[in-house]
């Protein structure tokens, strides 16, 4: 599990961004990354915690939670 920051996020197509708090680096919310959490939508500099799969050279995020590590 990561902590990252949402950079941006589409409420109506599911998609975004979050930008992960180790590397810097930006993993992709794509419909469905929401499914089983307790959010239904995100706001710019949200802090989550995510966990991410790599797909074709992507990241994308497959689980979100809310709070910091140890939370």
Known sequence: MAQGVVKS?????GVGVVVLDTDKSEVYLRPGSLDG???????????LLVDTVEED???FVTSVRVGQDDY
């Open 57 to 59: 050279g992507l990241r």
């Open 9 to 13: 996020y589409d409420p109506v197509t």
């Open 37 to 47: 959490s307790i959010f239904r939508i995100l706001r710019q500099g949200q802090r």
